[in-house]
């Protein structure tokens, strides 16, 4: 049967690439989208989300949520670093996420409640368990565990796209949904909701190639055409920022973690640990593994790789149900 599941999202290119996964699989029934601010601002995730929902045919409610963190803009020392500008050949900037889609504009508009609310109300009404698949800041889910702890009796899992053990983007220890609000992840963490991690190790090894963006568009489908227009910007950006070890290859994080749900083998080394979340100085949004022997439960489950080759096929699998062009 298919899974329940609620999104959260920053949307986003990756962002992008997950919801359409989500949409098309018949492993998952997608019950709603949540926005968040993140890559972009709280206006522009939404509406990217809004189009995107539109242009694959789908009904899927959408909810705004929350346009910062919890806490951490409220201390002016824990402002952003530098963001890496990235150029092309002819010295024009190139963006991991543009701020618009390159998909057409909508009328469809967010729902009348709030993400925080959402969650609230269809966890505490919910008649089966449901996955929760965060792939953005956690700020929603950190309010609504704060204000009705209780929720976590209808979560099945909550699957974060976040963090990292040897890899990081955004400071030399933090990946940027954990770090945009680190307070939020360690409520969730804190929560006693099962927590599995997709973090920047399990997406780096599980990058797409110039090759599989070759392979979606042989199947020339809405869906498949938009993640290779997608992956290939990634790509261009990755090269000049942060290259990966398989050359011409980009993570499509937030995908990854909605392929897991629909085959955890995806992961590779998924492994209980105990993890908590640095909030200061040069520890804040770190994923911190305690690896001491005997003396430590673990509190959530953390991949330490990917299977790039799965990753891959299933999205192939996945994109030959979209539309067809
Ligand atoms: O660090 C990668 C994550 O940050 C992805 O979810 C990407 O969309 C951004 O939100
Ligand atoms: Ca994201």
Not at 184 to 195: E, F, M, R, W
Request: glycine share 6%.
């Amino acid at each position: 049967m298919a899974r329940k599941v609620i999104m959260d999202v920053d949307t986003g290119s990756d962002d992008a690439v997950a919801i359409m996964a989500a949409m098309l699989s018949p492993d998952i029934d997608l019950k709603a989208i949540c926005t968040v601010w993140g890559n972009l601002d709280i206006e522009h995730t939404t509406d990217n989300t809004l189009r995107l929902v539109d242009a694959m045919g789908g009904d899927i409610p959408v909810y705004k949520g929350c346009h910062t963190a919890m806490v951490k803009y409220l201390v002016d020392d824990r402002v952003p670093q530098k963001r890496r500008i990235a150029l092309d050949a002819d010295g024009n900037e190139i963006r991991m996420h543009e701020p618009e889609l390159k998909i057409p504009k909508t009328d469809r508009k967010p729902e009348d409640m709030h993400a925080v609310l959402f969650y609230i109300d269809y966890l505490k009404n919910a008649q089966e368990p449901v996955t929760l698949v965060a792939v953005g800041p956690l700020t929603n889910l950190g309010h609504a565990l704060r204000i009705a702890p209780e929720i976590t009796k209808n979560i099945e899992e909550i699957v974060i796209m976040g963090g990292g053990d040897k890899e990081a983007n955004i400071t030399i220890n933090a990946e940027a949904n954990i770090w945009h609000d680190p307070e939020a992840a360690q409520i969730i963490l804190d929560s006693g909701a099962k927590v599995v991690w997709v973090p920047l190790d399990a997406t780096h090894a599980a990058c797409l190639t110039l090759d599989d963006c070759k392979k979606f568009r042989e199947i020339n489908t809405f869906p498949s055409n938009f993640a290779a227009d997608l992956t290939e910007g990634r790509i261009a950006v990755h090269n000049v920022t942060q290259p990966l070890d398989v050359p011409n290859a980009a993570a499509v994080h937030d995908a990854l973690a909605v392929c897991y749900v629909i085959d955890p083998t995806v992961l590779v080394d998924l492994k209980p640990v105990r993890c908590f979340i640095g909030l200061k100085d040069l520890t804040e949004g770190e994923t911190i593994i305690d690896r001491r022997e005997g003396i430590i439960e673990p509190n959530c489950y953390f991949a330490f790789s990917g299977d790039r080759f799965k990753f891959s096929d299933m999205l192939c699998e996945i994109f030959k149900l979209g539309k067809q062009l």
